[in-house]
């Protein structure tokens, strides 16, 4: 079975740079959740996104942004890279938003960004 | 706001021992789902079991079952007969609506 695609699986990065990353959902899944992992840290929300519109919004910084395309894949744009930005990003997917969802939530394996 | 607790930083059984990892929650909804994950150092985040609040029948899940009570606020996971491959961080999560809220992680290693 197709499960979430995160690319690329480990991106380095210096301080002040910039980062794309991307998620492609379980066919017909049309909510899109990110969530930032530090080391030895519990996954934090940062966004989410259903049928290409924001949905929800978390801890994400300014400097973040992300969007979900008509084809329902999401980016997740970073911009002035800071050293503590340096985590495990994970992308989920689930069938619809709120209270008529999906209850599970499928995640990929994550994008390891380490900024130097 | 919905906060998710997990009381044992960390914990080791032996191999084919049953362990309890506790969670408890904090919430003001009635309908909500409760989840485990467990992350292995692969660091793959994969659904272990489930639980619908309104359901009172806990679920179960192979040798994964949880003791869900919902007045106390509780949701804790039974691992039964406990293979080397439980080794992981297990993470209880909380989900209203579109999010979802993670405890901070029990370690969890099943020694041979």
């Known amino acids: 079975a197709a499960g979430v695609i995160q690319s690329p699986r480990h991106l380095i990065k210096e301080k002040r740079e910039t980062a794309t990353l991307k998620c492609y959902p379980i066919p017909r899944h049309d909510t899109v959740y990110w969530y930032q992992q530090g080391p030895g840290q519990d996954p934090q929300f940062l966004i989410s996104f259903y049928e290409k519109m924001q949905s929800d919004k978390g801890s994400i910084p300014d400097r973040f942004s992300a969007q979900q395309f008509s084809d329902y894949h999401s980016e997740l744009n970073m911009s002035s890279l800071e050293l503590g930005d340096s985590a495990l990003y994970f992308c989920?997917?689930?069938?619809?938003?709120?209270?008529?969802?999906?209850?599970?939530?499928?995640f990929g394996s994550g994008t390891q960004l380490s900024v130097l | 706001a919905q906060t998710v607790t997990q009381s044992q930083p960390e914990m080791s059984v032996q191999e084919a021992e049953t362990v309890t990892l506790s969670c408890t929650y904090d919430t003001s909804e009635s309908n909500y789902y409760l989840f485990w994950y467990k992350q292995p150092p692969s660091r793959q985040m994969i659904l272990v079991i489930r639980q619908e609040a309104y359901k009172q029948q806990n679920a179960t899940e192979n040798r994964f079952s949880v003791n869900f009570q919902k007045a106390a606020k509780s949701f804790s996971l039974k691992i039964s007969d406990s293979q080397l491959g439980d080794t992981a961080m297990y993470f209880c999560a909380f989900r209203r609506d579109d999010k979802i809220i993670f405890g901070k992680g029990t370690r969890l290693h099943i020694l041979p």
């Open positions: 989920a997917s689930s069938s619809g938003p709120g209270r008529w969802a999906n209850e599970k939530l499928f």
